[in-house]
């Protein structure tokens, strides 16, 4: 089975940083992989696929790149609205997840 | 695009328990359909997915042979059936959409969520 690892577990970050998540795949996997926000006793919200695809909706601060192994989700300029939870996906198995707190 | 979730609740170990997930707003014969659940204080954990038309369907190793997952095109509707369920299966389960037709392994991605609900197994 594929594994995904996540870093960091937690990242402190003020309104305006520029933040980056990374996942790393124990296998190559293409392309496939997806980025959710988690907020608190909320349901997951779909920002990122095919690595690289912005959902729709989605404010363009998001974005996602990497292929192979190494992903990454980068916030451009953090808002007080992306305080929350991330986690990559990569067919049925998630990442750790990151909480992403106000520093 | 709408999944509301309804069942779930206490539930004694070694009891069964049916989650349901009745959705609206898109094509659903078309979509496949996962579970996912989340642990109190945990991470995601994918738990169950059914292709569009039924012929496929996928469990994590956990849940192998104690869950089903099923669907039924004409009501909208896709379901969890949960037997000889364990403390370790206390978690709020969500059903979520599939982009495509789902079971498709690396390809499948979860565009939207229901509310979730909590299932709590507990003597």
């Known amino acids: 089975d594929i594994q995904m690892t996540q870093s960091p577990f937690t990242l402190s970050a003020s309104v305006g940083d520029r933040v980056t998540i990374t996942c790393r795949a124990s296998?190559?996997?293409?392309?496939?992989l997806a980025w959710y926000q988690q907020k608190p006793g909320k349901a997951p919200k779909l920002l990122i696929y095919?690595?690289?695809t912005l959902e729709s909706g989605v404010p363009p601060r998001f974005s996602g790149s990497g292929s192979g192994t190494e992903f990454t989700l980068t916030i451009s300029s953090l808002q007080p609205d992306d305080f929350a939870t991330y986690y990559c996906?990569?067919?049925?198995?998630f990442g750790q997840g990151t909480k992403v707190e106000i520093k | 695009v709408q999944l509301v979730q309804s069942g779930g609740g206490v539930v004694q170990p070694g009891r069964s328990l049916r989650l349901s997930c009745a959705a609206s707003g898109f094509t659903f014969r078309t979509s496949g359909m996962h579970w996912v659940r989340q642990a109190p204080g945990k991470g995601l954990e994918w738990v169950a997915v059914i292709s569009h038309d039924a012929k496929s369907q996928y469990y994590v190793d956990s849940v192998k042979g104690r869950f089903t997952i099923s669907r039924d095109n004409s009501r909208n509707s896709v379901y969890l059936q949960m037997n000889g369920l364990t403390i370790d299966d206390t978690a709020v389960y969500y059903c979520?959409?599939?982009?495509?037709?789902?079971?498709?392994?690396?390809?499948?991605?979860?565009?939207?969520w229901g509310q979730g609900t909590l299932v709590t197994v507990s003597s």
């Open positions: 095919d690595a690289s």
């Open positions: 979520a959409r599939d982009k495509g037709v789902g079971a498709s392994g690396g390809e499948d991605t979860f565009d939207y």
């Open positions: 296998q190559t996997i293409n392309s496939w």
């Open positions: 996906q990569q067919a049925y198995t």
